[in-house]
């Protein structure tokens, strides 16, 4: 707990909900080649990683398995389905022993994610982009293709975390999509690797298509 306050990525937070904390995480441990999460799966809990290193693979319809990053320490992973309702779209498996903080989807997204997920409007949103922010469009390929708006750069959730590597960390990123849910999840998986983010609301797009 004293790291995670420590970690200058999540000083929106406030104090009190890093308190609740203390009562809510449990400590699980976990062995390498374990599979923390798997992809299909419901999603009731999200986790972090106390030590040790883990890495997250998605399976695609002909076999495939990609990889998709590798966590270590202080990162959280299986945030996604919780926030939007839906199963796991990736397996997570330990690649060596570790420990695992482990958080019910509920306590998460009321205590950590809320208060770092910063929603902006549109005069906000319009001073952030003539300062060079940069506008993601994270939705799935599908709603991409029939259409996004002008100016943005296409990063689907499923590849925030790959992509967060090449990202200029002095610009901020506005991101967006249908509904609010997969930006949210976006900017809080930039946000807890340092990243300025921010989650645009319908309005701020308006007359930018």
């Not at 200058?8 to 062995?31: C, D, H, M, T």
Request: glycine share 10%; with cysteine; proline share 4%.
């Amino acid at each position: 707990m004293l790291e995670l306050a420590g970690n200058p990525a999540f000083a929106r937070i406030p104090p009190e909900n890093l308190q609740q904390l203390f009562g809510r995480f449990a400590v699980l441990s976990a062995i390498a080649g374990q599979v923390v999460l798997q992809q299909g799966e419901a999603g009731d809990y999200d986790y972090q990683i106390r030590c040790g290193t883990a890495r997250v693979t998605r399976t695609w319809p002909d076999g495939r398995v990609k990889h998709l990053a590798d966590l270590g320490p202080g990162q959280v992973f299986g945030e996604e389905a919780p926030v939007l309702g839906s199963t796991r779209n990736a397996t997570v498996t330990m690649l060596e022993d570790g420990l695992l903080m482990r958080l019910a989807a509920e306590d998460f997204d009321q205590l950590l994610h809320r208060p770092l997920v910063q929603r902006l409007g549109p005069d906000e949103a319009i001073d952030l982009l003539r300062r060079s922010a940069v506008l993601v469009d994270v939705r799935d390929k599908t709603a991409y293709a029939r259409g996004s708006v002008k100016g943005a750069v296409y990063i689907p959730l499923l590849q925030i975390r790959a992509a967060a590597t090449g990202l200029e960390r002095q610009r901020a990123y506005l991101l967006f999509c249908e509904d609010g849910r997969k930006s949210a999840t976006a900017a809080f998986l930039l946000a807890q690797r340092g990243f300025q983010t921010h989650v645009l609301t319908v309005k701020a797009l308006a007359g930018r298509r």
